[in-house]
């Protein structure tokens, strides 16, 4: 019996963490009300949407068409900016090599930086947000977490004159009811596929090649152009990653797309 509940309590943190399927979630609350715990079965159990579509990989991604097999897309993601100067090396260096990529702003950064959201948008990427603050919203209260993401869409939506429709979680955490506070925010949730882990001190290189040995189709990849809460980090590593890293993708034949642009190809028919 011990061990019964330990599997609950396990699937019930793992689920807390997105990590859980909305089957496995439904068939483990009915173990636990068949071995005669109701509070466990209501605890595990996925209501309403709380089990939202996660987006993982550009094939996830709502609204788009059919994907050419012999397609091969890839994101390049960069969260808690903006963040000068290197924000705006990495605008540089994706116009130098005509590139598109998606940012999730924090929106406290971008109130004092909105020359770089504009310059983000007229130069053809997708703003999506990340959080107005840069919180844990698994420690947020359900009010919290809704004012944080209605203030969040608010502040973008001044600064570029749209609204945002993807959200990445702070530390991709979310749980059953965070994804209501999204869904209910009209907000598709984005994380990540492919995480070279670019905040940890390593070098343009290691940054590359952790990349590539992941690199296939569909793939998000997240990168750190920002460095949330405090922003004293240098993120040269990761603009010089960028830099190699479109290159190399492009000769392995990756088209690199901002989220926009890849459900806008993928509706466009013929391609
Ligand atoms: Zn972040």
Not at 64 to 87: E, I
Request: aromatic share 8%; hydrophobic share 40%.
């Amino acid at each position: 019996m011990g061990a019964f509940y330990l599997a609950a309590l396990v699937i019930l943190w793992a689920g807390r963490r997105g990590n859980v399927s909305r089957k496995l979630a439904a068939v483990a609350s009915v173990v636990c009300l068949l071995a005669g715990s109701g509070a466990l079965a209501a605890a595990v159990y996925p209501w309403g949407n709380s089990y939202g579509i996660t987006v993982n990989r550009l094939q996830d991604l709502p609204g788009k068409g059919v994907v050419p097999a012999t397609a091969g897309y890839m994101a390049l993601t960069f969260d808690d900016g903006p963040y000068p100067p290197y924000t705006d090396r990495l605008l540089d260096v994706l116009k130098e090599k005509k590139a598109h990529a998606t940012f999730f702003l924090v929106a406290e950064q971008a109130q004092r930086h909105p020359e770089l959201v504009k310059r983000a948008l007229a130069e053809g990427h997708t703003v999506g947000l990340h959080a107005f603050r840069h919180r844990d919203f698994l420690k947020l209260t359900e009010e919290e977490r809704q004012k944080d993401l209605a203030l969040g869409k608010k502040v973008l939506h001044d600064i570029t004159g749209k609204e945002p429709v993807y959200w990445r979680p702070p530390h991709g955490f979310r749980d059953f009811s965070v994804m209501e506070v999204a869904a209910a925010e009209k907000l598709t949730v984005v994380n990540w596929s492919v995480i070279p882990r670019d905040w940890t001190g390593i070098g343009k290189q290691e940054i590359h090649n952790r990349v590539m040995d992941k690199a296939e189709n569909g793939a998000i990849v997240l990168l750190h152009d920002g460095d949330s809460p405090f922003y004293k980090a240098s993120r040269k590593a990761t603009v010089d990653a960028a830099a190699l890293l479109i290159d190399s993708l492009r000769e392995k034949g990756y088209h690199l797309v901002s989220l926009e642009e890849y459900v806008q190809a993928e509706k466009r028919p013929g391609q």
